[in-house]
């Protein structure tokens, strides 16, 4: 629109230039020549008038050369020649004035025959006259006869006169006078000048007539008055010209004003679509911000919204995991009461709430689970992992089910194929599907597994049942959470988010989950990972199932100090009480609110503080920063006691400060591990030695044999043995068998300059003795590491015996260690 | 283009005219002619009329009252040649190459210098010439010299200007019986004449510039520096008694009333015979002697000539119009017959003839060598 605007802009200007230059050529140039026409009108009347000039010169006498009078008439031939041609150049010249010139012309040229022939008459009129007059004295003196003499000199007289020439009275009497002359110059015949004299008289009589009539004739030729008239004519006419030329100004005015006035309004029109195109990208581009500004209040709000539900599920997981700390905890503590044994029925009662409460907690767990996966913090370590060796573990735990369902299992595939998972999760969804296979199998079936690889790049895991399969239409709903597919009014147990769970978690590791069915015979669900290609830990299956027991090592008190428990729930400040009675030389001190616990805090300057984040008024987050803030309490080691268990939470309380931190229902080995461990480091930073309590307890004992050693990491231990599910205690028996093995191959892997193999040895030793919290080990298997990394083995004999020589060291421990956990085992299977 | 052709034809028109003098510079006066035109009109005329005023070289020059008739001083209508023009050299010498080109004519043998013979007075010393057809033509060839200055062309004057008398020599079939079309086409054959209108006339081979170059050439023969002249600017004692004796019959006899002007001659037409029958004692008259009537049709024209200049008189016999008359003394004496009704004695007719010796001017063709015309 506006190109083409400035297309027609340029035109416009282009027609006005074009208009212009052809104006000047229509209009001015012929303006130039209507004056140039009057120009020479006007001189061909000032040459008339010199012609006129000329001839009344030669008339009188004034002058007798017709040079002049030739000049004159040459002029003015030329001049109207020139303008004849002129008036050919201009044929818009009126009818009128070309006549009138044409006119003048014609009389001109009548006027020049008249000329030519006045000059002939003049040239011998005046020679005549000249003749006559002057020969006259000298005849007039031989002459006697008076009356000739008087005849003579009349004549003479009329004759020079030209302006009597016409006086007719007295032609007659000239006349005769010549007459009587003749007479007498004939009769004196030898006069030759009187004869002479007479001839010219004669003549001149003759051709007076002529003469005058010619040179009336040339006076009165009308030409003068024709030019006038033409001059008069031709005013007339240039001033229409004129008025022509001026409308044709005013039009080519008007039109070159529209037209400019068009280009502006073309100008005007760019710059304003311009504008209203910068208006229109500026609204444009505000309603872009607009809408970002409100996408980002939607994130904003999505996120906020996705807050509140993590939120949400926090404070639900808070708000269970309290009661439910009563719950176990209490049961726990009825069952371990030595003292006052339980009666048997009693024992079922509390085994019954005890297992509710499990129940629920793992419910729990599991919403947790699926919060922590969508809350993208689920961390994940992905080794290669053997299938078969999952299944194994599986296959303990749900064997006791699939017992009392009279399922049958079965075997498990023999295959190679590795693949790439995190061990405990791929665990977790293998167990889901295999307890849901047994779970809704029919009596009496079956449940099949398949491992194979269906490519180079992937394996199928599969669980086949024998149960009344899902429909087609409901297959697609089968992984979304708490939807249980009509069963929720069934018999068997479940949250309804396990499949959910494992889908996400299978896809957090990079696979698939699926399911097939066919109604009335079965199901099989599936899931597909990534092949690993590589060795995995030689893991053997576990063979034995136990149930989660707590930890013997715990049963009483080893450490002594005091303890401050900030807590304003009375059930929870009563479990710990018990809790940590049973632990020996602990003075434990408790407070109802942070305020009270930053007072008693001073006052009593325990070597721990317990701390519940969720406290009414100050918070426990807060009372810490005033306890670090004050110089008395700033370095007792303070451990957060929550029921919040989101990472978020304790990644949150790790950040303020908090020197630990325990969750709600207390794992009471958890939590005993992390009492130890702090009121250890206390005395160790304090520099004071180990205080040893002569407590005959197998448990405390354990722990103050390794105490000493300095080079386990105690607590590193615990926790392992702890926080692994029963049937790692396989694994960490492996891992300690290994050890030695390692070193071995080690020493002679060393000498042969595989620097790959030393640090994959290397690797290996760290991540076992690691597990032990073997730390000198561990930090010189890093050194190996990092030598066999940089292909420099100097060092590393001398650091594989400084590991022997830690090894002989750490050993006995480690083989105590794991004949305690055999024993604990032992004790509670037998149990 | 138009316009510019309009004004060329004024300018050479009107060349040298006092009218001229109203030049373009005016023009701007002249468009505001609505306010002004009558006095401008009168102003024009007033300042034209007071420049066109001759000076006569005789009332100038002549102020010896003694010496000369009154007659003579009151206004002998003769004046001294002007100087030859300035014109442009490479035309006037083009104009000379072309007069002395004999391929103009048919058949290449006859230029203009055939019968005007620069170095015999401007012409052939013929009665009548003899052109390419190789018969007499009707009347005598007159001289070129100051031809420029006539006011007409031919002897019957049908020849306004100098352009438009060469139509005459080279269309006849008795001169050059040639035409502009074939004197183009030769000309256009010369590499040599090419180059000289190329760089004369941009390279224009035509009618018109063809006739401009002669014109321009006969231009330049002017034949100043008479004795004459030079008498009657004011050298009183150069005449002889004789010549003086002449000049004084020149005039009382009234030969002047004609033979007048600057040429002594050559403006204005007379009736051959005025008081004596010229043709009727001469006998055998033909179309050529009718004169100014072939050109007009009036019978009152009727055996009217152009005057012929007198000014070399003496190099141009044979005399009149016929060229009957070989003898200057011869043609004196029929002039006094026939036009002034006198019969001149011996004495008179030779101081007559010793006077019209005076009017043989100088050019470097007639004196090649610088001598002082007799």
Same mark, same amino acid.
């Given at each position: ?102 006119? /003048? ?37 031989? /002459? ?50 009187? /004869? ?14 002529? /003469? ?231 009596? !009496? ?21 024998? !149960? ?106 009563? %479990?710990?009480?018990?809790?940590? !009675? ?26 721990? #503080? ?13 009372? %810490? ?53 702090? %009121? ?50 396989? #694994? ?100 | ?17 006092? #009218? ?355």
């Amino acid at each position: 629109m506006s190109r083409n605007l400035l297309i027609s802009g340029v035109l416009s200007i282009l027609l006005v230039i074009g208009i212009y230059s052809s104006y000047q050529r229509w209009f001015q140039l012929d303006v130039r020549l209507y004056h140039y026409l009057l120009e020479q009108i006007q001189e061909l009347r000032v040459s008339d008038a010199l012609l006129d000039k000329s001839i009344l010169e030669l008339r009188t006498g004034i002058s007798l050369n017709y040079d002049h009078v030739n000049n004159s008439a040459t002029a003015m031939r030329s001049i109207s020649t020139s303008i004849d041609l002129t008036v050919e150049s201009l044929p818009e010249l009126s009818e009128s004035v070309t006549k009138a010139i044409d006119g /003048i012309g014609e009389l001109n040229n009548a006027r020049f025959v008249d000329l030519e022939r006045y000059k002939s008459q003049h040239a011998i009129y005046r020679n005549s006259t000249i003749f006559v007059q002057t020969q006259l004295v000298e005849v007039v003196q031989e /002459i006697d006869d008076k009356s000739i003499v008087a005849a003579i000199v009349e004549v003479s007289d009329f004759l020079r006169d030209p302006l009597l020439q016409h006086k007719q009275r007295k032609t007659d009497r000239v006349s005769s006078e010549i007459d009587i002359l003749s007479e007498y110059a004939d009769a004196n015949s030898d006069n030759h000048v009187l /004869i002479s004299i007479v001839r010219h008289m004669r003549l001149l009589q003759m051709r007076g007539d002529d /003469i005058s009539s010619t040179m009336t004739s040339l006076m009165s030729s009308g030409v003068t008055g024709s030019i006038d008239a033409l001059l008069k004519l031709y005013h007339t006419e240039l001033i229409n010209v004129q008025d022509r030329v001026k409308a044709a100004n005013i039009i080519l005015s008007v039109v070159a004003i529209t037209l400019l006035f068009m280009i502006a309004f073309a100008v005007s029109r760019i710059f304003r679509d311009r504008k209203s195109l910068l208006n229109l990208t500026q609204s444009l581009e505000n309603r872009v911000k607009e809408r970002t500004a409100d996408l980002e209040l939607a994130m904003i709000e999505a996120e906020s919204a996705s807050e509140s539900k993590s939120q949400f599920l926090a404070s639900m997981s808070h708000e269970l995991r309290t009661p439910l700390n009563s719950i176990i905890g209490f049961g726990k503590m009825l069952e371990l009461n030595h003292e006052e044994p339980l009666s048997p029925d009693q024992k079922i009662a509390v085994g019954h709430i005890k297992n509710g409460g499990a129940h629920l907690l793992s419910l729990v767990d599991e919403v947790l689970d699926l919060s922590k996966i969508e809350a993208r913090e689920l961390e994940l370590s992905v080794e290669h992992v053997h299938p078969a060796h999952v299944f194994g573990d599986c296959l303990e735990l749900v064997r006791g089910l699939a017992d009392s369902k009279n399922v049958s299992l079965g075997a498990l595939m023999e295959s190679d194929n590795c693949v790439l998972a995190d061990y405990g999760r791929l665990k977790q969804v293998l167990l889901n599907l295999l307890s849901n296979a047994v779970k809704y199998n029919r009596d !009496g079936g079956s449940v099949n597994f398949g491992c194979e690889a269906l490519s180079d790049d992937t394996v199928r895991i599969s669980v086949s049942d024998s !149960g009344n399969g899902i429909p087609n239409e409901n297959l697609s709903e089968m992984f979304t959470p708490f939807n249980r597919l009509g069963m929720e009014a069934s018999q068997i147990e479940g949250t309804g988010i396990g499949l959910t769970i494992s889908k996400r978690l299978i896809e957090e590791m990079g696979g698939r989950i699926g399911c097939e069915s066919e109604v009335g015979i079965g199901s099989t669900f599936w899931l597909e990972l990534p092949r690993s290609h590589g060795n995995a830990l030689a893991q053997p299956v576990a063979t034995r199932e136990t149930q989660h027991r707590v930890n013997p090592l715990l049963q009483s008190g080893s450490v002594t100090g005091d303890i401050l428990y900030v807590e304003d729930n009375p059930a929870n400040r009563d %479990l710990m009480k018990m809790i940590l !009675g049973r632990m020996g030389n602990l003075t434990l001190h408790i407070a109802h609110t942070a305020e009270i616990g930053i007072v008693m805090a001073e006052e009593v300057h325990p070597d721990l #503080i317990l701390m519940d984040i969720n406290l009414p008024g100050m918070s426990g987050t807060k009372a %810490l920063s005033v306890l670090r803030q004050n110089e008395n309490t700033k370095d007792i080691p303070v451990v957060a006691a929550s029921a919040n268990a989101l990472p978020h939470d304790i990644r949150t309380a790790m950040e303020s400060g908090f020197d630990g931190y325990i969750t709600k229902p207390f794992d009471i080995p958890v939590m005993i591990t992390t009492i130890s461990n702090l %009121l250890e480091g206390v005395d160790v930073d304090k520099g004071q030695s180990v205080s040893v309590a002569n407590n005959s307890s197998r448990s405390t004992r354990v722990a103050l044999d390794y105490a000493p050693l300095g080079e386990l990491d105690i607590g590193r231990i615990l926790s392992a043995v702890q926080m692994l599910p029963p049937s790692y205690r396989a #694994i960490l028996e492996n891992q300690a068998n290994s050890i030695p093995v390692i070193l071995r191959e080690l020493q002679h892997v060393s000498s042969t300059q595989d620097f790959k193999a030393v640090e994959t040895l290397a690797h290996k030793l760290k991540t076992n003795s690691g597990t032990f919290g073997a730390r000198q080990i561990w930090s010189l298997a890093q050194e190996v590491e990092n030598f066999a990394r940089d292909e420099a083995l100097e060092e590393i004999p001398r650091l594989l015996d400084d590991m022997e020589k830690e090894y002989d060291i750490v050993a006995p421990v480690i083989a105590r260690l794991m004949a305690d956990l055999e024993a604990d085992a032992n004790a509670l299977n037998s149990e | 283009m138009i316009r510019s052709c309009a004004l060329d034809a004024l300018t050479s028109e009107v060349d040298g005219g006092a #009218i001229l003098a109203i030049g373009n510079e005016r023009y701007e006066m002249i468009q505001k002619f609505r306010v002004c035109t009558l006095f401008g009109l009168c102003l024009i005329g007033v300042l034209a009329t007071t420049w066109a005023t001759p000076l006569y070289a005789a009332d100038v020059n002549v102020v010896n009252e003694d010496s000369v008739p009154i007659y003579v001083i009151a206004g002998a209508p003769v004046s001294p040649l002007p100087e030859k023009p300035a014109v442009d050299e490479g035309i006037a010498e083009l104009g000379s190459r072309l007069f002395h080109e004999t391929r103009l004519s048919a058949n290449g043998q006859v230029s203009c210098a055939s019968c005007h013979v620069l170095e015999q007075g401007g012409d052939d010393g013929m009665a009548s010439s003899i052109g390419v057809s190789g018969k007499q033509i009707g009347t005598n060839a007159p001289t070129v010299f100051n031809v420029a200055m006539n006011f007409s062309f031919f002897w019957d004057g049908r020849a306004e200007t100098m352009e438009d008398q060469m139509d005459g020599p080279v269309h006849s079939p008795d001169e050059m019986a040639s035409s502009w079309a074939d004197i183009i086409d030769v000309l256009n054959a010369s590499a040599e004449y090419q180059q000289s209108f190329d760089d004369l006339y941009d390279g224009e081979i035509s009618e018109r510039t063809i006739k401009d170059a002669i014109a321009t050439f006969q231009r330049t023969l002017v034949t100043g520096g008479s004795k004459f002249d030079r008498f009657i600017s004011g050298d009183r004692t150069l005449f002889s008694a004789a010549e003086l004796q002449g000049y004084e019959s020149f005039m009382s006899l009234g030969c002047v009333s004609c033979h007048q002007g600057v040429l002594l001659g050559g403006n204005l037409y007379q009736r051959l015979g005025i008081f004596e029958d010229y043709f009727g004692d001469r006998g055998n008259v033909s179309a050529a002697d009718y004169g100014r009537f072939n050109v007009t049709g009036a019978e009152e024209d009727r055996y009217y000539f152009k005057v012929p200049s007198l000014r070399n008189v003496a190099l141009t016999a044979p005399y009149l119009h016929d060229g009957s008359v070989p003898y200057l003394a011869d043609v004196v004496s029929i002039m006094a017959y026939y036009q002034l009704g006198l019969s001149l004695d011996t004495n008179q007719i030779e101081y007559l003839v010793a006077f019209l010796k005076t009017l043989t001017g100088t050019h470097q063709y007639l004196n090649p060598n610088g001598d002082e015309p007799s």
